[in-house]
């Protein structure tokens, strides 16, 4: 069953430091999304992107934040200058055109110290 | 008053017994739900989908009331992997838009 990826499962970097964190969705996936869960809160949505554009953002989703496809398979979400407070899981999802199920990635923890 | 309102629970369940928890929302635009399921520090995993009235799936039941904008997971004889938290999440019918997740509801079935 095709499933979407994420790399790496944890990442822990220094504050101020630039991430990147990878995806990489189901094959005939179009939309793709990046949600993020702080430890013990719920799952919020950061941002949406379709046709290599973003189509929505949450205010999380600052100058800090920026998303692209670089080919036709990866989708990365970059945080700029990383602050403590970014320290969560960041879940990649995607979704066929016309769905409303999203099928979620296993996640990447990112710890900022 | 949020979007999306989940009882965080614990609800600690003996193991066979049915349980029940809901979900109230306020927005009452054009929308549908899902009941996801999150296993503890992993992604969350579509359970089910609750368009109209409600969905029913082996032992688990979904109920969607629009008048009283609640929705609904019954779970009948319990099993010890249906230990997990449960998320009531709202999308608009617009189709493709962003997922509005509850806090999540912890359920404990106890052996």
């Known amino acids: 069953e095709p499933e979407v990826t994420q790399t790496p499962s944890h990442q822990v970097t220094q504050m101020g430091q630039e991430v990147i964190l990878r995806c990489v969705p189901i094959?005939?996936?179009?939309?793709f999304y990046w949600y993020r869960q702080i430890l013990g809160q719920k799952v919020e949505f950061l941002v949406s992107?379709?046709?290599?554009?973003?189509?929505?953002k949450s205010e999380i989703f600052d100058d800090q934040f920026s998303v692209e496809r670089p080919d036709g398979s990866n989708f990365t979400l970059k945080i700029r200058s990383t602050k403590l407070e970014d320290s969560a899981m960041y879940f990649c999802a995607s979704t066929q055109t016309g769905a409303y199920e999203q099928y979620f990635g296993p996640g990447t923890r990112l710890t900022v110290t | 008053r949020k979007e999306v309102e989940q009882d965080p629970g614990p609800f600690n369940v003996p193991e066979g017994a049915t349980v029940a928890f809901n979900c109230t929302y306020s927005?009452?635009?054009?929308?549908?739900f899902f009941w996801y399921r999150q296993d503890c520090r992993k992604e969350p995993k579509l359970l089910m989908s609750?368009?109209?009235s409600g969905n029913e799936d082996g032992r688990f039941t979904a109920q969607l009331n629009r008048a009283s904008q609640y929705i609904s997971l019954l779970i009948r004889d319990s099993k010890l992997s249906d230990s997990a938290t449960y998320l009531c999440?709202?999308?608009?019918?617009?189709?493709?838009?962003?997922?509005?997740f509850g806090t999540g509801t912890r359920l404990t079935i106890i052996p």
């Open positions: 609750v368009y109209s």
């Open positions: 927005n009452s635009a054009s929308q549908s």
């Open positions: 992107f379709y046709n290599n554009e973003i189509s929505e």
């Open positions: 999440v709202r999308i608009s019918n617009f189709g493709n838009e962003k997922l509005t």
């Open positions: 094959s005939n996936h179009l939309y």
